[in-house]
C-alpha cells in the first residue's frame, strides 16, 4: 500500500491547505480558488469578469497564472478564478511565463475596444484602463476594423455604450443571481456575441444600478451622472441611505458642494458591495425647484421671505404663546438621532407631552414602538424558513429582500402571508393571500415544519394598516411558539433611532394629536399632503392651528397649512446618525451644501431652543449636542386607531416604490421608472364585478378622509374583497387609511 501524502504544514487545520503564491505561504481553504489566496495575501492578480459576490465565469481570461504542484510545472497557464488551490500548489503571477500570458490576452481584449478613454464616463475609473497601463502593450498589431454594437435602451437609470463591452458577464450574473430578474444575457455567438435584454424592455429590478459598478469597462454608465464630471474632480463623503430602515452606506460623491452621484461603500452586515437604485439616484431630488432655501413667514395668509432673526421671533412667539398641552410636535421618521433628541428637549422645555414620529400609523391602540430585529440582517440569509407578514418586500427594502433571496438560494423555505401576491424573486413554500383583516388568522396556519432557524419578518402592509396590532399580536406569539427570531421592520428610515432618543408621547400620540387637534404645531420634515397615514384628517387639523415647519421642502401642501416654513438641509446635507433596523448607530459626513439661506436642521433648532430659553440648548457645536442631550425615557401606552368600519373594501396599502418621502419623489430620473406605475386601484376580478367595475375603467373610492378617482385594473393576485393602492401619490392619499365604498365614477 503506498503511502498518504503528508500536508505541507501538518498544524493547519483540516479544512485548508498550503499554497505558495509568488513565493508567499498561505493558509487557503480547501475547495477555494487561487485568485482567493492570492487577494488574501495582497498579492495582485489581474481579472475582469471575476467578483467575488457572483459565480465564477472564467470568460476573461486575464488571471492566467503559471503554476506548479509536486515539482511538476503545468502545461499550460491556469486561469486563477477557476484553479482550485491544493496543497504544496505553488502559484507564479509575476514569471515571464504568467506576464506573457497576461499581456496576450490584454492585446485580445483591446482588438474591438474603441480605445475612447477621454471622452468615456468611466474613464479614470476603469478597470480596463488601470490593467491595460499595466499588461498593455504600447502599439496594437491589430489593423484590421472595429466592430461596432447597437445600443439598447435599459430606461432612465443605466447607460449603455456596448461597443466598449469585453463579454466579463458580471451583468449578466447579477441581474441572475443578486436581482435574480434575469434580464440580460449573451446573444450570438464568437465574434458576433453581444450583451443586452432579450426583450428590448428597459431594465425593472430596484437593484439596477449595481450593473453600473460590477461593469469594468464604459458600457454600462450612470445615465443621470452622465457627462458631468470627471472622478478626479469629486470628494467623497460617508453617507447612509436614509429612505428605508435598513441604512446602506454609501458615498456622496460631491463637486463644488452639489451631489452629483452617490456609489455604495462596503459593509458586510448591512448592504455588502451594493446599493438599491432608491439609494442610487435619490440624490437628483435635493435640486428641486421647490426646495426650501430661504426663511420664510405668512401674513394675511400670502407668503414673505424674511430674515433668520424675523423668522426665528415669529416662531419663538408661536410655540411660546402655545406651550404644555396646546401644542403638539409631529417628526418625519427619517429625521436623524441628533434633531430627534433637540425636537424632544424642546417639547419638553415648553411642556408638551405630544410629540411623536409615528406620522405613519393608524392603528396604535397597542403602543407599538419600533423595535430592532432579532435576527441581524446579514444572519437572515442563514435562516432555513422565512415567513413574511404583511410586506412588499422588495420594495419596501430591496436589500433585505435580498438577502431573503440568498437564503433562499441555500435552501430556505419562504412563506408569505399577504393581502397581495407581490411579485418577488425568490419561490414560495406557501402563500396566503387574505384580506388585511384576516392576516393575523392566516399566520397561525403556516406550517414551519421542523425549522432549525426561522424568522419572521413583518412589513409596512401590515404596520400601517388598521388591523397592525392584531397582527403584531399574532406575529409575536408565532414566535414565541415556533422559536422564531421575530423582525418588524421599522416605519422610517431612522424610526428606531427617533424611539430610543424618546421621540415619544406620554400625552397624545400623532393621531390623536389630529383627532383632537392642538393650537400649535411643530412639523419637522413633514410633507404634510403625502406623509401622513391620514392626509385629510391632518389638513383638517392643521389649517386651524399656528404651525412652525422645520422643512426642506416649501411645498404646496406645507405652504397651505405653515406660519412659518424655517429652511433645513437635507440629511446628505449635515452632519448626523441613523440607528437602522438591526439597532447599528451609523454617522454620516455632511456631503452637499444646503441651498443659499437654509441651514442645518440641529443649528436651527439650537438657535429655537436658545431663543426660548430651554435648559441644554447652550451648546455651540455637533459633538456638544451629543454631550448634552441625552435620550428621553419614556414608557408610550396605548393610544388612538382608525378602526375598520366593516362595510366596502379593506384596503391594502403599499409605498410606492419610489414615492417613499419627499426627495425620491422629487427625482426627475425615479419618476420617469417604469416600477412608477402611478396611481391606480387594483381589485380581484370577482371584487371588480361585484361592485361593478372594469379594467380600465374608472372608480370612485371613498372614506372618512376623502374621495379617490383612479383607474381600474384588475389582478387576480388581490384577495377577494380588497382594493390594492400605492401610498405617496396625491390621487390615492383620501383613501390609504380605512375600509372605502367603491362605485364607477
Not at 469597462?217 to 467623497?236: C, D, H, I, M, S
Request: net charge negative.
Amino acid at each position: 500500500m503506498s503511502a498518504q501524502p503528508q500536508p505541507v504544514n501538518p498544524n493547519l487545520p483540516p479544512d485548508h491547505v498550503t499554497v505558495f503564491v509568488d513565493g508567499v505561504e498561505i493558509a487557503a481553504p480547501k475547495g477555494s480558488m487561487i485568485i482567493q489566496a492570492a487577494d488574501k495575501a495582497g498579492i495582485p492578480v489581474p481579472r475582469f469578469c471575476y467578483h467575488d459576490k457572483l459565480a465564477i465565469a472564467a470568460n476573461c481570461r486575464m488571471c492566467m497564472v503559471d503554476t506548479e504542484l509536486g515539482g511538476r510545472p503545468a502545461p499550460k497557464p491556469s486561469p486563477a478564478c477557476a484553479t482550485p488551490v491544493a496543497d504544496g500548489l505553488k502559484v507564479f503571477t509575476r514569471s515571464e511565463k504568467a506576464l506573457k500570458f497576461q499581456r496576450d490576452v490584454m492585446e485580445f481584449l483591446l482588438i474591438n475596444h474603441p480605445l475612447d478613454c477621454p471622452i468615456c464616463d468611466q474613464g479614470g475609473e476603469c478597470e480596463l484602463q488601470d490593467v491595460a497601463m499595466g499588461y498593455g502593450r504600447s502599439v496594437s498589431r491589430f489593423v484590421e476594423r472595429k466592430r461596432a454594437v447597437p445600443d439598447e435602451d435599459l430606461g432612465p437609470l443605466v447607460a449603455t455604450e456596448m461597443t466598449r463591452c469585453i463579454q466579463c458577464t458580471r451583468c449578466v450574473r447579477f441581474t441572475g443571481e443578486i436581482a435574480g430578474t434575469y434580464e440580460l444575457g449573451g446573444m450570438y455567438r464568437g465574434e458576433n456575441l453581444q450583451i443586452g435584454t432579450f426583450d428590448g424592455k428597459p431594465l425593472m429590478t430596484e437593484l439596477s444600478g449595481n450593473v453600473i459598478d460590477v461593469c469594468p469597462v464604459g458600457a454600462l454608465t450612470n445615465k443621470v451622472f452622465q457627462f458631468q464630471a470627471r472622478p478626479w474632480e469629486l470628494v467623497a463623503r460617508e453617507s447612509l441611505g436614509y429612505h428605508d430602515a435598513l441604512g446602506s452606506n454609501l458615498f456622496h460623491h460631491v463637486r463644488r458642494g452639489e451631489i452629483l452621484r452617490n456609489v455604495p461603500r462596503d459593509n458586510e452586515a448591512v448592504n455588502e458591495c451594493w446599493l438599491s437604485d432608491r439609494d442610487r439616484y435619490s440624490n437628483q431630488g435635493l435640486y428641486a425647484e421647490d426646495r426650501a432655501h430661504v426663511p420664510m413667514v405668512k401674513e394675511a395668509g400670502e407668503w414673505r421671505e424674511a430674515s433668520w432673526d424675523e423668522a426665528l421671533t415669529k416662531a419663538q412667539s408661536i410655540l411660546s404663546a402655545n406651550r404644555g398641552d396646546a401644542l403638539g410636535v409631529l417628526v418625519h421618521p427619517a429625521t436623524s438621532n441628533e434633531e430627534g433628541l433637540e425636537l424632544a428637549a424642546l417639547a419638553d422645555g415648553l411642556g408638551s407631552a405630544h410629540i411623536d414620529h409615528r406620522i405613519h400609523a393608524l392603528d396604535l391602540s397597542d403602543g407599538a414602538v419600533a423595535q430592532a430585529f432579532e435576527a441581524s440582517v446579514a444572519d437572515i440569509e442563514h435562516a432555513d424558513v422565512i415567513v413574511i407578514v404583511g410586506s412588499n418586500i422588495r420594495h419596501e427594502v430591496p436589500l433585505l429582500h435580498a438577502r431573503v433571496r440568498k437564503a433562499w438560494t441555500r435552501g430556505a423555505k419562504i412563506h408569505v402571508v399577504n393581502p397581495v401576491d407581490f411579485h418577488f424573486t425568490f419561490e414560495t413554500a406557501g402563500k396566503h393571500i387574505v384580506p388585511p383583516s384576516q392576516v393575523a388568522a392566516e399566520l397561525a396556519k403556516v406550517d414551519l415544519g421542523d425549522a432549525k432557524a426561522p424568522v419572521v419578518i413583518v412589513g409596512g402592509v401590515a404596520e400601517r394598516g388598521v388591523h397592525a396590532s392584531a397582527i403584531r399580536k399574532a406575529a409575536r406569539e408565532f414566535a414565541a411558539v415556533k422559536n422564531a427570531k421575530l423582525c418588524r421592520i421599522p416605519q422610517g428610515a431612522n424610526a428606531l433611532g427617533l424611539t430610543r432618543a424618546g421621540v415619544l408621547p406620554t400625552g397624545r400620540d400623532a393621531l390623536a394629536m389630529l383627532r383632537e387637534p392642538r393650537k400649535a404645531y411643530i412639523l419637522h420634515g413633514i410633507e404634510p399632503g403625502l406623509d401622513f397615514a391620514y392626509p385629510g384628517l391632518a389638513a383638517r387639523a392643521l389649517a386651524d392651528a399656528q404651525v412652525v415647519a422645520f422643512t426642506s421642502y416649501a411645498c404646496q401642501s406645507t405652504r397651505a397649512v405653515s406660519d412659518v416654513i424655517l429652511p433645513i438641509g437635507a440629511f446628505p446635507e449635515v452632519q448626523g446618525s441613523l440607528t437602522n433596523l438591526d439597532g447599528r448607530e451609523q454617522h454620516s459626513q455632511a456631503a452637499g451644501k444646503p441651498p443659499r439661506d437654509a441651514r442645518e436642521g440641529w443649528r436651527v433648532l439650537r438657535a429655537l431652543g436658545g431663543a426660548l430659553g430651554i435648559a441644554g440648548f447652550d451648546f455651540t457645536d455637533f459633538d456638544g449636542l451629543r454631550a448634552s442631550l441625552k435620550p428621553r425615557e419614556v414608557t408610550v401606552k396605548p393610544g388612538a386607531a382608525v378602526g375598520a368600519s366593516g362595510s366596502g373594501l379593506e384596503v391594502a396599502a403599499s409605498d410606492a416604490i419610489y414615492r417613499v418621502d419627499a426627495v425620491t419623489r422629487r427625482s426627475a430620473a425615479l419618476q420617469a421608472h417604469p416600477l412608477n406605475v402611478g396611481p391606480q386601484a387594483v381589485l380581484h376580478p370577482q371584487t371588480a364585478t361585484a361592485v361593478g367595475l372594469v379594467e380600465g375603467g374608472t372608480g370612485r373610492f371613498t372614506t372618512g378622509d376623502g374621495t379617490a378617482s383612479l383607474p381600474v385594473r384588475l389582478d387576480a393576485g388581490v384577495a377577494p374583497g380588497c382594493v390594492w393602492i400605492e401610498r405617496g401619490y396625491g390621487a390615492t392619499a383620501p383613501i390609504a387609511a380605512a375600509d372605502v365604498e367603491a362605485r364607477p365614477a
